[in-house]
């Protein structure tokens, strides 16, 4: 059965509930709170315009930025160099040479592994391919470099990151074991003060640990 | 011919043929671990189990030889239940490390839990019985007894395929473990093949450990280049580089193995330099890179002037028994047809005698070329000379004054090569125009007139043929060093260079020639070369 469709004449309706509430009122109220925004700009409650990069933004805790390779008490790499990651990679980024490990409970470790920040399109999917947690993100997005090889980030370079104090941990599905296993002293205290509209769930907060330098044995 | 059904379909099995081998020839893949198409049957796996009419248990379906009117079922629910049970078991004690394990992507424990398995594991990690990890076994082999299943696939390769025995189960219960004695390393020349027939992670490859994960892998089917068997191989390759070599079952030539120096025979391409452009001597003695329009013009003129000056008896043609049939055909037709050569050779150490020669009663030949036998079939064989010493002697007495020379490095390296290069630079020494094919660089080639690159084994496809007259075909895996070609396009090449009609695009169609042409391959075709290949008429 057919049911005709209900037309509804909006100017018919406006003349008919026209009213000096609507007419003069809802202006007012609706300049109040353009006023109200304008005030609050002028005083500085509410900014919308940061001052980068001396104030940045509060990421989330999830963002995914450059990564890391995290690594076992002894400061070796976690990573077995299983090339779940290259193989999940789709920008083909990810280079690794494995070797022998000497203990037959370990086996396999990367001799290499090289991570082409150019290429990288920062999806985390190695992350999420990951059986070792082995490889996680951070919050580091500020990854400019004046030549092509400074891009090539090697293992060295993936393991101790001196930035990570600056910008915390990014993108971790484990993030109980990778936390326990990541410590650095945060450089700046985090601002909690958001910047303009932006809202974030999670309260951004940063862990305090020992700084995390595997190089150092 | 027992008739049976199979899953509610009515099929035909050979005579005393068991269960699993009918369901295999039928295209039903009934699950296993032990049992071996080339080994005898073992029963101890457990995972082949199927439900047939009126026996009050499951049966497993390697052991059971079909019968007439037999009503088997290997999917029911029944069966199902009894193979995740099965697989379940099994898993008990496994590390589950297959992030380090090289079997990971063909392992038969990933496989068949992705299709029977998928329960969760009642035992944790930290409960699990442990054993030995990485035993080194020897030049081929790396032992992980906690990967093991007991399938005792290896144990019985060594006690009836070698007949060495070197493996055996040790320890009793959930503690049982596969092993050498004292864990001695697997000195035999076949050990290798363990690792093939080993459908989990516990016996992996020495040689091929953590060189790539299995699934980046390409695979091309080939015919082994290391000796006169020309047993079936499947060359795995990235990236223009070949990774591992293993066996393809032809139970004609090989059954399902491959002795150790044909698995490793590849590394022999690029252990030395290749050559990467054609090059001719100047006036000057030093070689100079060309053009491959300007050799063969260059090669074609000078060796038409040799004949004009001393007739085509003076053109040797040297072969190589590395070569493909296609090659060695248009090498022989060029030389005949357009120079009127007559004088055609390949044996350097005799050849023609060591094909038949077994090395062992398993696999290997003491003739260390995949191809001599096609090359006494084409003919490249002359009793006047009667091998490489008569060539020199009939060029230091002026009967011979120029050569085409086909050299390959042999993949399977003897004392004895060395010597054999010797001799080859006798003969460019004695003679006047030297025209030398090769693949890799030698010293030797600065004493010859032309070298033109050639691809070697695995860079072209074409025809072999093993020492039982077996023509086999082989595909062509990766592409070629520098500007090299196969030996038959260049011979195409320079048919056309002369003046005659060349209209061959491919090795194929130079096999069709070959068999219009040959007598010896006259009632073969191409296709019957795929495997298990065929053998010449004896004539």
């Known amino acids: 059965m057919k049911r005709a469709a209900k037309v509804i004449n909006v100017r018919d309706q406006a003349e008919k509930e026209s009213s000096f509430a609507k007419d003069v009122l809802g202006p007012l109220v609706g300049m109040g709170l353009t006023i109200n925004r304008m005030v609050d700009n002028l005083t500085g409650k509410v900014n919308a315009t940061i001052r980068y990069p001396e104030e940045r933004r509060a990421y989330s805790g999830r963002l995914r930025g450059a990564h890391i390779l995290t690594a076992r008490e002894d400061g070796s790499p976690r990573c077995v160099a299983c090339y779940m990651c290259a193989t999940a990679c789709p920008a083909d980024c990810i280079y690794i040479e494995p070797a022998e490990h000497p203990d037959p409970l370990i086996e396999k470790y990367p001799a290499r592994f090289d991570i082409d920040m150019l290429r990288c399109v920062f999806c985390g999917f190695c992350v999420d391919a990951c059986p070792e947690e082995a490889i996680i993100m951070s919050r580091e997005t500020e990854l400019g470099a004046y030549t092509r090889a400074e891009t090539m980030w090697d293992i060295k370079r993936l393991m101790s990151r001196p930035e990570l104090p600056e910008f915390g941990l990014g993108y971790r599905p484990n993030e109980k074991l990778v936390d326990s296993t990541i410590k650095f002293v945060p450089k700046n205290k985090e601002k909690k003060r958001l910047a303009g509209r932006v809202t974030l769930k999670e309260d951004v907060e940063m862990i305090a640990h020992v700084t995390f330098d595997p190089t150092k044995d | ?539």
């Open chain 2, 1 to 539: 011919m027992p008739k049976f059904t199979l899953n509610g379909q009515e099929v035909e099995a050979k005579a005393g043929q068991t269960i699993i081998q009918a369901a295999g020839d039928h295209g039903i893949e009934i699950p296993h671990y032990c049992y071996h198409p080339d080994l005898p049957i073992d029963g101890n796996c457990r995972m082949c189990l199927v439900d047939v009419e009126k026996m009050p248990k499951l049966t497993p379906a390697c052991t059971t030889i079909v019968n007439e009117g037999m009503v088997v079922r290997s999917d029911n629910p029944r069966v199902k239940e009894a193979v995740r049970g099965v697989l379940e078991f099994l898993l008990i004690n496994h590390p589950v490390d297959c992030p380090v394990c090289d079997q990971a992507g063909e392992c038969r424990l990933q496989d068949y839990y992705m299709v029977y398995g998928l329960h969760t594991s009642e035992i944790p990690l930290g409960m699990k019985v442990r054993k030995r990890k990485v035993i080194d076994l020897g030049p081929m082999v790396v032992l992980d007894q906690e990967r093991c299943v007991l399938c005792s696939r290896c144990i019985r390769f060594f006690d009836n395929v070698t007949g060495t025995g070197e493996m055996q189960f040790f320890g009793r219960g959930d503690h049982v473990a596969i092993g050498t004695f004292e864990d001695r390393p697997l000195d035999n020349p076949y050990s290798g093949n363990v690792v093939d027939i080993c459908p989990v992670g516990a016996l992996t490859s020495r040689d091929f450990r953590f060189k790539c994960r299995v699934w980046f892998l390409h695979a091309t089917n080939s015919i082994c280049a290391g000796c006169s068997t020309g047993c079936a191989t499947r060359i795995d390759h990235r990236d223009g580089a070949i990774f591992r070599m293993i066996a393809r079952r032809n139970p004609e030539v090989n059954r399902s193995w491959l002795c150790d120096e044909g698995r490793l025979s590849f590394h022999e391409l690029t252990r030395s330099e290749r050559v990467i452009q054609p090059s001719i001597k100047g006036s000057d003695g030093v070689q100079t890179p060309i053009t491959w329009e300007d050799a063969l013009q260059s090669v074609d003129q000078r060796l038409k002037q040799i004949r004009d000056a001393n007739g085509g008896s003076s053109i040797l043609g040297f072969g190589s028994p590395s070569a493909t049939n296609e090659g060695l055909f248009l090498f022989k037709r060029y030389l005949t047809e357009q120079l009127g050569a007559t004088q055609f050779e390949f044996r350097i150490d005799s050849e023609d005698k060591k094909v038949l020669d077994e090395e062992d009663q398993i696999l290997r030949h003491f003739d260390k070329h995949p191809n001599s036998m096609g090359a006494i079939k084409l003919g490249l064989i002359s009793d006047d000379l009667d091998g490489i010493d008569g060539a020199i002697r009939a060029a230091r007495d002026g009967r011979i004054k120029a050569a085409v020379i086909i050299y390959f490095n042999p993949l399977v390296r003897r004392p004895s090569d060395d010597e054999a290069e010797g001799r080859i630079i006798e003969l460019i020494d004695e003679l006047k125009y030297s025209v030398v094919l090769a693949a890799h660089k030698a010293d030797w080639h600065a004493s010859a007139d032309v070298v033109l690159p050639v691809t070697a084994w695995s860079e072209e496809e074409g025809t072999y043929t093993n020492f039982e007259g077996r023509v086999q075909f082989a595909a062509k895996a990766i592409e070629s060093a520098g500007d090299a070609l196969p030996i038959w396009e260049v011979f195409a090449m320079l048919i056309h260079a002369s003046g005659a009609e060349s209209r061959w695009m491919s090795a194929e169609n130079v096999f069709a020639t070959m068999t219009e042409r040959s007598q010896p391959y006259s009632r073969i075709t191409f296709e019957q070369t795929q495997l298990p290949g065929v053998v010449l008429a004896s004539s």
